[in-house]
T-cell receptor
């Protein structure tokens, strides 16, 4: 079974600063995928970034980037130049071809003006 | 492209009634997933369907819950004889190919009174 652990229930960051959200996972699959989703107060789940486990290069998407450490089973999300609109719950998730998306419990991020 | 459409957005049911939640996947997507989110929790997988088939229902409670994705029309998550513990947000997601990540609907918030 796949599991995802997010050890930071809440975090805050000043506007324009950088923040890193932690995520560790466990899987017995050799081929899997990792994701970060954002859930603002509207409740909509929005895909932020995706990483293929067989790729060593860290994924980036504008101000969002990941630090993927496969041996340590770590997949952290870095948000640069934080904006007020980044305030949301952030969920780390993983899936493989055989299992559907499994989520962590989330980190509540507050961006402070 | 209207995205994943869920309705209703909010649903109130009395204990013992039936709740019926609908989900129309993105155009061209044939994979549908249902998740449940309790307050301050991550999303928990319930069931994975393709047209006319249940692929994985390992997260579905054995009693009172059922899901279908007919050849024509939306996917339906049905909860019979609802109890207060069924109160949660229910999310539907769809994908073209699961490993690219899922597109989520806005969810249905079920309240059992």
């Amino acid at each position: 079974a796949q599991t995802v652990t997010q050890s930071q229930p809440e975090m805050s960051v000043q506007e324009a600063e950088t923040v890193t959200l932690s995520c560790t996972y466990d899987t017995s699959e050799s081929n899997y995928y990792l994701f970060w989703y954002k859930q603002p107060p509207s409740r909509q789940m929005i895909l932020v970034i995706r990483q293929e486990a067989y790729k060593q290069q860290n994924a980036t998407e504008n101000r969002f980037s990941v630090n993927f450490q496969k041996a340590a089973k770590s997949f952290s999300l870095k948000i640069s130049d934080s904006q007020l609109g980044d305030t949301a719950m952030y969920f780390c998730a993983t899936l493989s071809g055989n299992t559907p998306l499994v989520f962590g419990k989330g980190t509540r991020l507050s961006v402070i003006a | 492209n209207a995205g994943v459409m869920q309705n209703p957005r909010h649903l109130v049911r009395r204990r013992g009634q039936e709740a019926r939640l609908r989900c129309s996947p993105m155009k061209g997507h044939s994979h549908v997933y249902w998740y449940r989110q309790l307050p301050e929790e991550g999303l928990k997988f319930m069931v994975y369907l393709q047209k006319e088939n249940i692929i994985d229902e390992s997260g579905m409670p054995k009693e009172r819950f059922s899901a279908e994705f007919p050849k024509e029309g939306p996917s339906i998550l049905r909860i019979q004889q609802v109890v207060r513990g069924d109160s949660a947000a229910y999310f539907c997601a769809s994908s073209l190919q699961g490993t690219y990540g899922y597109t989520f609907g806005s969810g249905t918030r079920l309240t059992v009174v």
